[in-house]
Nanobody, 122 residues
Framework: QVQLVESGGGLVQAGGSLRLSCAAS????????VGWFRQAPGKERDFVAA????????VYADSVKGRFTISRDNSKNTVYLQMNSLKPEDTTVYYC???????????????WGQGTQVTVSS
């Protein structure tokens, strides 16, 4: 069992940046593949980015590729999502996710945080 708590969301102007953080309760976050999803009102949750246990490999949705960067610090049990060149269409709730395993996962995560709101004004 692992608990995930996101922070760092907020209001930013288009073209600006935000860094989301996700603190995990797991003693050894390094055993988990982690990622980020987002969900707009009335829509399904969409995959954003994922990173392997070691941090050696990452994958991104096409919509954020080149603008967002996922990283992790296993010594701090924390995952990050650096979001640059933000657009109004990035406005939504962002969720941190985790699952046990060594691969890159774009779906079927077992653990979800409560989410953090990101709002990008035009």
């Amino acid at each position: 069992q692992v608990q995930l708590v996101e922070s760092g969301g907020g209001l930013v102007q288009a073209g600006g940046s935000l860094r989301l953080s996700c603190a995990a309760s797991a003693r050894t976050l390094s055993n988990y593949g982690v990622g980020w999803f987002r969900q707009a009102p009335g829509k399904e949750r969409d995959f954003v980015a994922a990173i392997t246990m070691s941090g050696g490999s990452t994958v991104y949705a096409d919509s954020v590729k080149g603008r967002f960067t996922i990283s992790r610090d296993n010594s701090k049990n924390t995952v990050y999502l650096q979001m640059n060149s933000l657009k109004p269409e990035d406005t939504t709730v962002y969720y941190c996710v985790a699952t046990v395993g060594s691969r890159l996962y774009t779906k079927d995560y077992d653990y979800w945080g409560q989410g953090t709101q990101v709002t990008v004004s035009s």
